[in-house]
Nanobody
Framework: VQLVESGGGLVQAGGSLRLSCVAS????????VGWYRQAPGKQRELVAT???????SYADSMKGRVTISRDNAKNTVYLHMNSLEPGDTANYYC????????WGQGTQVTVSS
């Protein structure tokens, strides 16, 4: 199982980004997928999860500013982020739990004020 995140970068406050998590070795649509983030000196925290095609949940920290979605044909889960704030600066990871926890290498999001 391999997860590869992409789409991060440097964006000004108020901007948007779309992060991608591409999986190999598994059919991603069969599992709950989570997006997490970790800022320097802070613990990793949950941002959003998706179960099936429409079962999404969001953490309070980004609720209303983020949408999680799937493209099953591309075996990919996306995290659409809007109205980004400097406090959203972090490394963003996707996660799947299949007997054990799998993580990608992360994609860095930096929001400038």
């Amino acid at each position: 199982v391999q997860l590869v995140e992409s789409g991060g970068g440097l964006v000004q406050a108020g901007g948007s980004l779309r992060l991608s998590c591409v999986a190999s070795g598994i059919i991603l649509s069969m599992y709950t997928v989570g997006w997490y983030r970790q800022a320097p000196g802070k613990q990793r925290e949950l941002v959003a999860t998706i179960t099936g095609d429409v079962g999404a949940s969001y953490a309070d920290s980004m609720k209303g500013r983020v949408t999680i979605s799937r493209d099953n044909a591309k075996n990919t889960v996306y995290l659409h982020m809007n109205s980004l704030e400097p406090g959203d600066t972090a490394n963003y990871y996707c996660n799947v739990n299949i007997l054990r926890s799998y993580w990608g290498q992360g994609t860095q999001v930096t929001v400038s004020s």
